[in-house]
């Protein structure tokens, strides 16, 4: 073994038993160990979520179609094993004994649901057995929904009529998986076997059918590339977070917040790395110079250290993925009650980002430190003075930010956000920076009028002024990533909480007549029911903008290619008139209709109205029937699609659809104990169908819960990740306040008097840093809820305050544990230390 090698292992053993070592390693296996257990978790977490949530699609993926498609597609999910099934969906006229209802149709095919489970409560001899999973209904029977028996005075057990077609009740449903969160369903639901269809000849050339095709197995993100290019203009190839609803919302905005702390981790990590190296060469200076004052020349002090990091690289790294493994295993562990989906599967891309990160950060942060420790004469050592006290240049500047942004890249693939994230927290750093520096000169003139502590303190703050800033922007960047990720997660479980309180209507009524209006409000006021206004509905199609004619459908192509070119709706809107504004409604732009000048006039939602280039005083025309209405735009509207209420495109003033025939709709929360009572009223107006989403809330309920709970497990460990940055930074000014004390206690400063200084420097430290931190914070959070979680902005000044208590007592502590050994020790220890 070579002379350098031989001293490298030397060195290495030496420090290892010293614990020289602790600070570099532990920075090195914290960037490895958060990044695998943040990257790792996250995915598992993300996938176990998604796997879970696509019950409420009955599969993976989904096709959509108006009519069949090539046979190519099913031919492929076969040759790769990915289950499919089909499905047919319709409205048709169903006939009782007496009574005849439209009824929403879906036909299935063997092995639907492909996820989740089909709960049935099947007729066995009169009776009705205990509700369980079941395959789809045989030829010639049908599953029907409770509302379809009260409407049509059926029983289970009794037959019906579809076209040509008579069905036999085998079971009813108590939950679809795949039940729609849309509350403006044609009627009550009607399960049969889709090799039923062709008997009944409902299915007519001009039929308005949807045809919908599921897959799901382990292929079919493979199976999905290669799909997608190849659907036409009118097909729809879905998953889970493209569905219109508030899961695909939640799940959208937890990925995203997974997807941020992860990022956030690893910038964490690399600051954590940044300081701990930087120290490190600013411990070795003596013993490189003892090496050159005996002759050893840069190449073999080079290579005696290369060999030292790269030994020591490589076991914080290994030490890294086993703590990281453990971490995530540990949070497995925690989840597995409410996520039972979730396992711990150690996949390629986590172990590989954190190796890469690891290696990226031993070799791009230890650069400059390295170059620094042996290009440094002995002579500067022995003089007191240190080659880490200048400015670093930009040339050495240069790895360290090219590190970070190759690993933020890699780890998010999107290099705009990796760019925006770059750009913001350099914006951010120089304005600390500056702020800081302005707090602190602040500080020192007040500290010149205070007691001899403070002014001490203020003293040491300003002596080590470039230190000070580089510790400054360490704490506040790790304060403001821990503010930033627990603001965004209390906005995000807030709204979340509050999207689905726990009066959230769980049953709608539809098809109410007019005649029907007052019984209706006289049952709910009766039974302290809590519903929304009966909304009358009237079916009309948008047929012209300023007598501008409004196409049906537009190619891809067409739409891509004029940016100016109307799209029309393609389908019959539900419309409404009302007078008060609804719940969840907010005008942005004109005003509401007027009580005092009725006149016809209609409000339109925003993102309608973007789409189709509305403004306020458009005149749009409508065809309801055979007849054709025109009157102004007023308004605009947002309008909280999320909420478990009846929505609407377009609300008209009551005069424009007065005159039409409509049916209405209301939402309703019905307590459990007072169903019976619901659907006894219900008896007397089989015309009345009920939709009962109480299936459908409670699952959302459950899946939020568990979204929620990821969330906050991933901000403990965000929370770790920066803590430990905090604790290397502190340590990083350790020698230079040995060096402090010394001459202190030799010039005969009283401990008490050092112990206050100390405290006091790193609470003014701290509270700047919790200020800066918080008001950056705030910045961060407002982009954040506006570009990427989609909520309303808002301001969190509480965060402020808390921000700087926390900088004040977390700085304040973890400066004071770190020195309170070194204050405790006597003037002679330390005079002797430092030599």
């Known amino acids: 073994m070579s002379v350098w090698a031989t ?78 099934a089909e499905l047919l969906e319709f409205s048709s006229m169903v006939f009782g004994e007496e009574e005849m209802v439209l009824a929403s149709v879906k036909s299935v095919s063997e092995g639907y649901p492909l996820r989740g489970n089909l709960m049935i409560a099947k007729v066995e001899g009169n009776d009705l057995a205990d509700v369980g999973a079941s395959q789809p209904p045989q030829p010639g029977n049908a599953f029907v929904g409770q509302s379809l028996l ?42 049969i076997n889709i090799k039923d269809v062709p008997a009944t000849g409902v299915v007519q050339p001009g039929s308005r059918l949807t045809y919908k095709y599921l897959f799901a197995g382990e292929g079919i993100e493979e199976f999905s590339k290669w799909v ?44 954590a790395v940044s300081v701990a190296s930087r120290r490190y060469g600013q411990r070795h200076q003596p013993m490189v110079a003892v090496y050159k004052s005996i002759g050893a020349s840069s190449s073999f002090i ?44 150690i ?106 502590a403070f002014h001490l303190s203020m003293a040491n703050l300003k002596r080590r002024a470039k230190a000070n800033q580089v510790q400054l922007v360490s704490f506040t960047i790790a304060i403001q990533l821990l503010l930033l990720m627990l603001v965004v997660r209390n906005d995000l479980i807030n709204e979340w909480q509050a999207q689905l309180p726990q009066n959230t209507p769980n049953q709608f009524l539809v098809n109410v007549s007019k005649t029907q209006v007052p019984a209706v409000e006289g049952f709910l006021e009766q039974q302290g029911l809590a519903a929304s206004d009966l909304y009358p509905i009237v079916r009309g199609r948008l047929s012209a903008i300023n007598e501008e004619q409004v196409r049906r459908r537009v190619s891809k192509e067409e739409e891509n290619a004029s940016e100016q070119g109307r799209r029309g709706i393609g389908r019959e809107l539900n419309l409404t008139w009302h007078q008060n504004l609804p719940k969840e409604n907010e005008v942005i732009e004109g005003e509401w209709f007027s009580k005092e000048n009725p006149k016809p006039e209609v409000s339109v939602e925003q993102r309608l109205a973007e789409r189709l280039q509305i403004g306020v005083g458009d005149e749009l025309t409508f065809q ?57 009223f219900l008896k007397n107006y089989p015309t009345i169908s009920i939709i009962d989403v109480d299936a459908i809330i409670s699952q959302l309920r459950t899946v939020i819960s568990q979204v929620s709970l990821a969330v906050e497990f991933i901000l403990i460990l965000v929370l770790i990740a920066g803590a430990l940055v905090l604790v290397a930074q502190v340590q990083a000014s350790m020698e230079e306040r040995e060096r402090e004390l010394a001459i202190l206690r030799t010039l005969g400063a009283k401990g008490s008097l050092l112990t206050n200084s100390v405290l006091l420097e790193f609470i003014i430290l701290g509270s700047i840093a919790g200020l800066l931190g918080s008001l950056s914070m705030e910045l961060g ?37 770190s020195c309170y050994r070194l204050l405790k020790l006597s003037s002679l220890t330390l005079i002797r230390r430092t030599l």
């Open 7 to 84: 001293q490298s292992w030397r060195l290495f053993r030496h420090e290892l038993k010293r614990g020289e070592l602790t600070i570099v390693a532990l920075a090195l296996i914290i960037a490895v160990a958060s990044v695998f257990s943040l990257s790792g978790f996250s995915a598992q977490i993300k996938s176990a979520l998604i796997q879970q949530s696509n019950s409420f699609i009955a599969s993976d993926r989904i096709l959509q179609s108006p009519r069949p498609i090539d046979e190519k597609y099913v031919d492929k999910a076969n040759e790769m094993g990915i289950a499919n």
């Open 150 to 191: 009260n409407n049509l005075n059926l029983k289970p057990g009794d037959t019906f009529e579809l076209g040509n077609s008579q069905f036999k009740i085998s079971g009813v449903i108590d939950k679809e998986p795949d039940a729609s969160f849309s509350v403006f369903t044609s009627g009550p639901r009607v399960l």
């Open 228 to 271: 997608k290019p190849q659907i036409l203009d009118t097909q729809r190839f879905r998953d889970i977070k493209d569905q219109q609803s508030p899961l695909a919302r939640a799940l959208n905005r937890a990925e995203s917040y997974l997807s941020l702390a992860s990022m956030l981790g690893i910038i964490l990590a690399a600051v």
């Open 302 to 345: 080079s290579k005696l250290y290369l060999l030292h990091w790269t030994a020591l690289a490589g076991f914080s790294i290994i030490a890294g993925l086993v703590i990281g493994y453990g971490i995530q295993y540990l949070g497995i562990k925690f989840m597995a009650d409410v996520v039972p989906d979730v396992s711990l599967t």
């Open 347 to 452: 996949t390629a891309f986590p172990v590989m980002v954190a190796v890469f990160t690891g290696v990226i950060c031993a070799i791009a942060f230890a650069i400059t430190p390295m170059r620094q420790l042996v290009a440094t004469p002995a002579i500067s050592v022995i003089r007191g003075f240190s080659g880490f006290e200048r400015a670093l240049t930009w040339l050495e500047r240069t790895p360290p930010l090219l590190a970070v942004v190759l690993l933020l890249w890699i780890f998010s693939q999107d290099l705009v956000l990796t760019t925006a994230l770059i750009l913001g927290a350099g914006a951010i750093i120089f304005v600390i920076l500056v702020l800081g520096h302005v707090l602190i000169n602040a500080g020192r003139s007040v500290g010149s009028q205070a007691g001899q």
């Open 624 to 680: 309801i029937g055979s007849e054709v209405v025109s009157m102004p735009v007023t308004s605009i509207r947002t309008v909280n699609w999320q909420s478990m209420q009846p929505n609407f495109y377009m609300i008209f003033s009551e005069s424009v659809l007065a005159d039409f025939p409509a049916t209405y709709i209301a939402a309703i929360y019905v307590p459990a104990m007072q169903k019976s009572e619901f659907q006894d």
């Open 781 to 817: 959070v407002l982009i954040l809820q506006t570009q990427v979680f989609d909520m309303s902005a808002s301001i969190h000044w509480q965060y402020w305050i808390l921000g700087t208590v926390i900088g004040a007592t977390v700085v304040g502590f973890l400066g004071m544990a």
